[in-house]
T-cell receptor, first 119, second 114 residues
Framework: GAVVSQHPSRVICKSGTSVKIECRSLDFQATTMFWYRQFPKQSLMLMATSNEGSKATYEQGVEKDKFLINHASLTLSTLTVTSAHPEDSSFYIC???????????????FGAGTRLSVL | GENVEQHPSTLSVQEGDSAVIKCTYSDSASNYFPWYKQELGKRPQLIIDIRSNVGEKKDQRIAVTLNKTAKHFSLHITETQPEDSAVYFCAAGGSGGSNYKLTFGKGTLLTVNP
């Protein structure tokens, strides 16, 4: 299957700082990347969808100025949590879909997630 | 938008028994229904998916059925093994538009007891 790499896997930061999370598709071109937030023992909540070269589409209730998304290339999307606060502590996980020979559309391949803890 | 309901939230079975997880969706335009398995602390992994032109799909011990009229789909795991223990998520999405967005159910914690 396709490989999606997400870094860092864990980050601890002070309140008020910004944190950048990277999501890379290693062996395919990701035309679309998705960013999710997952609380303990809960489902994957879609935050935003990003298409390469265009602005991200945010889900209702997600602050675009708080969660900055950049999808600058076909293999990299970044999520920056700006001025992080304790309530932003969560598990953030990205996924990517794209094209490669035999890579079926619709399928989302997930990164390993980033555990953010804001003190 | 799409709304996906998943039941049960927890499921405990004995090794060798079958497990069934059910999901319903609201948007009749959805035509892609994947199932993901997420082990503790790990990424969700696609285990099987079905598209709306197919009513049933099977892959070894795993099968998925889809009833588009009733807007529900189910995951069936036969001959369960302890390594099947995980959280399973259903999802619904479409191939229309450019984003292929998926809406996930709340997950089912499956425990297979040896």
């Amino acid at each position: 299957g396709a490989v999606v790499s997400q870094h860092p896997s864990r980050v601890i930061c002070k309140s008020g700082t910004s944190v950048k999370i990277e999501c890379r598709s290693l062996d395919f071109q990701a035309t679309t990347m998705f960013w999710y937030r997952q609380f303990p023992k809960q489902s994957l909540m879609l935050m935003a969808t990003s298409n390469e070269g265009s602005k991200a589409t945010y889900e209702q209730g997600v602050e675009k100025d708080k969660f900055l998304i950049n999808h600058a290339s076909l293999t990299l999307s970044t999520l920056t949590v700006t001025s992080a606060h304790p309530e932003d502590s969560s598990f953030y996980i990205c996924s990517a879909r794209g094209f490669r020979q035999l890579l079926a559309k619709n399928i989302q391949y997930f990164g390993a997630g980033t555990r953010l803890s804001v003190l | 938008g799409e709304n996906v309901e998943q039941h049960p939230s927890t499921l405990s079975v004995q090794e060798g028994d079958s497990a069934v997880i059910k999901c319903t969706y609201s948007d009749s335009a959805s035509n892609y229904f994947p199932w993901y398995k997420q082990e503790l602390g790990k990424r969700p992994q696609l285990i099987i998916d079905i598209r709306s032109n197919v009513g049933e799909k099977k892959d070894q011990r795993i099968a998925v059925t889809l009833n588009k009229t009733a807007k529900h789909f189910s995951l069936h795991i036969t001959e369960t093994q302890p390594e099947d223990s995980a959280v399973y998520f259903c999802a619904a999405g479409g191939s229309g538009g450019s984003n292929y967005k998926l809406t996930f159910g709340k997950g089912t914690l499956l425990t297979v007891n040896p």
